[in-house]
Each structure stands twice: as structure tokens, then as C-alpha cells.
């Protein structure tokens, strides 16, 4: 079991579909993260929230739309997908939000989305 | 351009010491080095990070070179539960934590 939990587990849809995934952590940390991570690569950063603000985008595009409702919750709005956005999206937190790395981070087991 | 290297896998015998290297040869003096593993089908997990000198926690110690261009993670004892891709992550940018591709530990019976 981690301390970031992440929902649901598995999710399928379509390319015209809208759905969710959703993060949550209740540890006080002030930063967020999504990563996505493809079958036997490493992790890719998408986004970064310090303080409920979007602070990091990797260029991800705006079929990806991130939300950080309060400290506890961070959402990953899906629209129009790909099927090669198939992935293993990956939730994390942390206690350093000036990024410096004094704090590690605590990831969530993921969310296996599969655009069909 | 920063750059971290690693070996893509490794192999080592239950029960004996394992010593994974990591080179970051542009690393700044600022810079946080951060390890994680990952386990098939499971979140990456933190192993442990540091900055200047020796770290040790109850998973692992991190043996930082004296010119913090390269470093070592040290299991003292592996056991079949530590096979996992092992990620050394040299925090270059401000709050990017880059995975690069790893090191998979195979840990033989």
C-alpha cells in the first residue's frame, strides 16, 4: 500500500470519450506530479503543481488537462485520446516545493489507461 | 547537455552485498541525488537521496564521489524481493525529477 492513492486502478475508453483520473494524498505535501509511463520505458514527466499552481508542463498536449482542486486532490482530465496514449499514468508527492530535492517523492501505483 | 548514465542491467546473488553505479558528470553543486526502484506492476518507491557526503537508511546506503560526478547505491544484503529497474535521478533541473532508463538488478537464489 502507498500513501498516495490513485483512481481507478484500470480505466478503458474510447478516443471520443472524457473521462478522469484522480490522485490523492494526505500528507501535507504541497507539490504534485502525473508521469506517464509506457510499457518498459522509464517514467516521463508531464506536470508539476506547487501549491494548488501549475508550475511545470512538459509540452504535454491539451488533450491532457491537469487540475489541482485543493492540497489533497490532483485530477488528470482526459479528451480526444490517442491510442498510443495507452500508458500507465503515475501519481506523485512531495514536501519540497522549492524543487530543490531535499524531500523525496512518494508515488501512487498508477492508473492503466487503455485507449481503444 | 546533462547527462546521467547507468548500467542497463545487473546481476547479483541472494544475500550478498550489490553495488549500483551511477556517473553525473555535469551535476552542479546544488544538486540532490535521488535513487528509486521500481517493481513490475507497482509505483517507482524511494530508495534513498543525498547531497554531499554518505547516506545510509534502513533500505540502502549512497556513496557520493568526492567530485559528486558519480555515485553509488549500496544494498548490503540483497534478497529476491530487491529485483527491480533501479533509477538514479541527479536533480539537474528545479523540481524535474527525469527518470532515466535504469538499471534492472536480476538477484539470482
Known amino acids: 500500500d502507498t500513501e498516495v492513492t490513485q483512481t481507478p486502478k484500470h480505466l478503458v475508453m474510447g478516443m471520443t470519450n472524457k473521462k478522469s483520473l484522480k490522485c490523492e494524498q494526505h500528507?501535507?505535501?504541497?507539490?504534485m506530479y502525473w508521469y506517464k509511463q509506457k510499457a518498459k520505458k522509464p517514467p516521463e514527466l508531464m506536470f508539476v503543481?506547487?501549491?494548488?499552481?501549475?508550475?511545470i508542463n512538459e509540452s504535454v498536449p491539451s488533450r491532457f488537462s491537469p487540475e489541482c482542486p485543493n492540497s489533497s486532490l490532483l485530477n488528470l482530465h482526459l479528451h480526444a485520446l490517442q491510442p498510443e496514449d495507452s500508458a500507465l499514468y503515475l501519481c506523485?508527492?512531495?514536501?519540497?516545493?522549492?524543487?530543490?530535492?531535499?524531500?523525496?517523492?512518494?508515488f501512487g501505483n498508477g492508473t492503466r489507461l487503455t485507449v481503444t | 547537455d546533462a547527462k546521467t548514465t547507468q548500467p542497463n542491467s545487473m546481476e547479483s546473488n541472494e544475500e550478498e552485498p550489490v553495488h549500483l553505479p551511477c556517473n553525473h558528470s555535469?551535476?552542479?553543486?546544488?544538486?540532490?541525488i535521488h535513487w528509486y526502484r521500481q517493481l513490475p506492476s507497482q509505483g517507482p518507491e524511494y530508495v534513498i537521496h543525498?547531497?554531499?557526503s554518505n547516506v545510509n537508511n534502513r533500505m540502502a546506503s549512497l556513496a557520493i564521489a568526492e567530485d559528486r560526478k558519480s555515485s553509488t547505491l549500496i544494498l548490503h544484503r540483497a534478497t529476491l524481493r530487491d529485483a527491480a529497474v533501479y533509477y538514479c535521478?541527479?536533480?539537474?533541473?528545479?523540481?524535474?525529477?527525469?527518470f532515466g532508463s535504469g538499471t534492472k538488478l536480476n538477484v539470482k537464489p
Open positions: 506523485a508527492s512531495s514536501q519540497d516545493t522549492r524543487g530543490q530535492g531535499r524531500s523525496p517523492l512518494h
Open positions: 500528507m501535507g505535501h504541497r507539490a
Open positions: 503543481y506547487s501549491y494548488e499552481k501549475l508550475s
Open positions: 555535469t551535476i552542479s553543486g546544488t544538486d540532490y
Open positions: 543525498g547531497l554531499t
Open positions: 535521478i541527479p536533480l539537474y533541473n528545479f523540481n524535474k525529477f527525469y
